[in-house]
């Protein structure tokens, strides 16, 4: 793994030495973040060594290189899912190449479906702690300690300081946000209304299929890292019949210029 990872940096830095220092993971219909980049230049995943393909519709497959400000951010065009079929190494590959790109802080991006009472559809959440249902983990195996220790503290797993700063941010921007714990399942079904239920019970407020790995393996690294969610559902009785990844993406659309502006806003004031 740690070959594989310097080998596809040793790639990318040939083609071009970037040195970013924000990583953004764009989630369901966010793609349109990087109009807000000054695009340096774009890496279309088919043409990195080592990177895996992404399959689901609406979500491109590039990583793209370019600035906002004076910020130098690397953008994920798309994102590798379990439900996909990938191994969680390969879900969290690009997460290990973009730490030794050079970034410090990763700002992660998703849908998800509510199951707090509060939130509403097209709500931006602020993520604030995970709970982690995946069946299996990123770090499962034998620990390779130049990317981190074996035992990783997970007090933090989102930056303390992000999640303030962002919250300052958005009531400047007159963006409201709400903040959650994320609950990550592997999909790809939606959630039961059993399942909504249960994610509520457990002490979550919102649910989705990503996420959760990537920000494990970011901390493994050290890497500094925000999260933030489109509620694009809501999972209880009166909504749950109609949920469907034409609503999510619909939903996620809608929110889109919102948390394009919050994450623009946190890249260059953090
Ligand atoms: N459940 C799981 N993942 C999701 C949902 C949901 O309701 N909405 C968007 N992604």
Known sequence: MWDKVQETVQFIKAK???????GVILGSGLGSFTDDMEVAFTLPYNE???FPVSTVQGHKGALVFGTIGDKKVVAMQGRFHFYEGYSMEEVTFPVRVMKYLGISKLVVSNASGG????YKVGDIVIIKDHINFAP???LRG?????????FVNMSAPYSRNMIS????LALELGVKVQDGVYFGLQGPTFETLAEYKMVKILGADCVGM????EVIVARHMDVETFGVSIITDMGNEESIDTISHDEVL??????????????????LNY
């Open 16 to 22: 071009n030495d970037f040195n970013p220092e924000y």
């Open 48 to 50: 990195i060594p080592n």
């Open 115 to 118: 199951v707090n009472p509060n």
């Open 136 to 138: 299996e983990h990123p």
């Open 142 to 150: 034998k620990n390779e300690e130049r990317f981190g220790p074996r």
């Open 165 to 168: 700063k962002s919250k300052e």
């Open 210 to 213: 990503s996420t959760v790995p």
């Open 250 to 267: 619909e939903a996620a659309q809608n929110a889109e210029p919102k948390v394009r502006a919050l994450i623009k806003s946190l890249i």
